[in-house]
């Protein structure tokens, strides 16, 4: 163990006067949050309980398997032994901290479903001690914390919110990122009062390496999380709305992009694609428009951005359908094989993946469809890359997998597909081009 975590722990225990000192932690949530920072928590020391509604998923967690760990946290699950994992309610009883990881989707109409977070604050509220720490952990927009979590850990307690510490400490982590992962990045912390940030501050300076920034309050750290979120949805937007645009024009946009980025300030690269997925870019910034409503104002910029981001999967399935008519084929009839289904490249995740979207158009417009993901293998129709390719009349990559990005044009050929439309642009265009394969980007 390092000096410095030695310190931190030593002025962290000198700060309890008369309220507990945290040993034990309550996750709620097991998933790409709660897992990890479960296992984090229990190398340094603490005494976790993992806790989950879904008794399928913690029957797996108990024989330590979880297919969504890197290779380096699923070593240390495995050793984990002061984390147990639970569906049972009673064993959250007492603890000193809870932090809450549950999702915050949306429901169809795009409103925040904040079900599971209410169902999570329920069952910490029935087990809530005098003096413990609740830190709510999962994404939501300013106000929820203190106007729904808060309120519902009071009433189910019995406590007021005097009697328990309450904060906010958004996780940011980029699943699939060696560098940026729970253990490193930095985190901002807002606490219902002074003491309450503190101890939280105090709590995750010593789970996490990262730097820790104390917000003016929740909302501010509710806000911030939203903001970044949003701030990339708008950012990736604004590239694709120019791919559509530059397609038209025959300019190449990442070469663009390229360009652009070789400006020292002010520039910040982002790529078009066919789509934005996962749990949080086309989810949190609805909850950000919902938040403004609330307060009688329209955001302008986040509305258009999830528009043109939604309508990516349709751009590329068309993309596909224009270069199939070149070639005086029909989108219906025709067999694509669809390279890709999570949302992002090297994970097991399909959470709001524009690939499943476009899995569904080609179906609809009447394709057959070979669906290869090596990351997803119950999902795939076909069982490895040659049997998705060979007979297909053209490919579409969904997903920057490394295994597709490492492909060339012979490895197309040989399979006789001669189109590709490469949603993640992530091949080398002249290659193809040079051997005669029909390739189209976005953008590009
Ligand atoms: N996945 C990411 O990359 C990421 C990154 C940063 C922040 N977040 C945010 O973190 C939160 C959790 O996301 P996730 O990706 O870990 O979700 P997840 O779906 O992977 O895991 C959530 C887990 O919570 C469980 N759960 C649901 N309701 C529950 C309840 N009432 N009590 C106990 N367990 C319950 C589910 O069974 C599931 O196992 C979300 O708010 C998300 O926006 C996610």
Redesign the pocket.
């Known amino acids: 163990m390092s000096l410095d975590y030695l310190e931190k722990e030593r002025s962290y225990t000198s700060l309890q006067t008369n309220h507990r000192t945290i040993t034990s932690v309550g996750v709620?949530?097991?998933?790409?949050?709660?897992l990890p920072l479960s296992i984090l928590a229990a190398e340094r020391r603490f005494r976790v309980v993992g806790?989950?509604?879904?008794e399928k998923?913690i029957a797996q967690l108990m024989r330590r398997e979880a297919g969504f760990l890197n290779a380096e946290e699923a070593v240390q699950f495995k050793r984990a032994g002061a984390l147990s994992v639970t569906a049972e309610e009673r064993d959250l009883e007492g603890l000193d901290a809870y932090i809450v990881?549950?999702?915050?989707p949306v429901h169809e109409n795009r409103l925040p479903d904040l079900r599971?977070l209410e169902?999570?604050c329920e069952?910490v509220g029935r087990h809530l001690a005098y003096g413990a720490l609740v830190v709510i952990?999962?994404?939501v927009s300013p106000g929820v914390c203190e106007a729904v979590a808060l309120p519902i850990l009071e009433r189910v307690s019995g406590l007021s919110r005097d009697e328990f510490h309450f904060a906010h400490c958004?996780?940011?982590?980029?699943?699939g990122d060696e560098k940026w992962n729970v253990r490193t990045i930095p985190r901002v912390v807002g606490g219902l009062t002074e003491e309450a940030l503190e101890r939280t501050v105090f709590l995750y300076s010593s789970l996490i390496d990262g730097e820790i920034i104390r917000m003016k309050g929740i909302k501010e750290a509710e806000a911030v999380k939203m903001m970044e979120n949003a701030f990339r949805d708008i950012n990736i937007a604004f590239v694709n709305e120019l791919a559509i645009s530059f397609d038209r024009a025959g300019i190449d946009l990442v070469n663009v992009i390229e360009g652009a980025s070789t400006k020292p300030f002010g520039f910040m690269p982002f790529y078009p694609g066919c789509g934005v997925g996962?749990?949080?870019i086309p989810?949190?910034p609805y909850y950000l428009i919902r938040y403004g409503r609330e307060n009688g104002f329209e955001h302008q910029f986040l509305v258009t951005a999830r528009r043109i981001n939604s309508g990516m999967p349709r751009y590329a399935v068309r993309a596909l359908e224009r270069t199939l008519r070149e070639k005086k084929k029909k989108l219906k009839g025709s067999t694509v094989a669809l390279l890709g289904l999570s949302y992002k490249r090297d994970v097991p995740d399909m959470r709001e993946s524009p690939a499943v979207v476009i899995k569904n158009l080609l179906s609809k417009a009447g394709a057959t469809v070979n669906v290869y993901d090596p990351y997803i293998p119950g999902a795939s129709t076909a069982s490895d890359l040659e049997k998705a390719l060979t007979g297909a009349d053209a490919a579409l990559i969904a997903t920057d997998h490394s295994i597709f990005k490492a492909l060339g044009p012979e490895d197309f050929e040989e399979c006789g597909v001669d189109i590709v439309v490469d949603g993640r642009n992530c091949l080398d265009k002249d290659a193809f081009e040079r051997k005669g394969i029909t390739y189209r980007g976005i953008g590009r």
């Open positions: 709620i949530g097991l998933g790409y949050v709660g806790f989950d509604i879904d998923k990881c549950v999702p915050t599971p169902g999570a069952i952990e999962s994404t958004p996780e940011r982590i980029n699943p996962g749990h949080c989810v949190d």
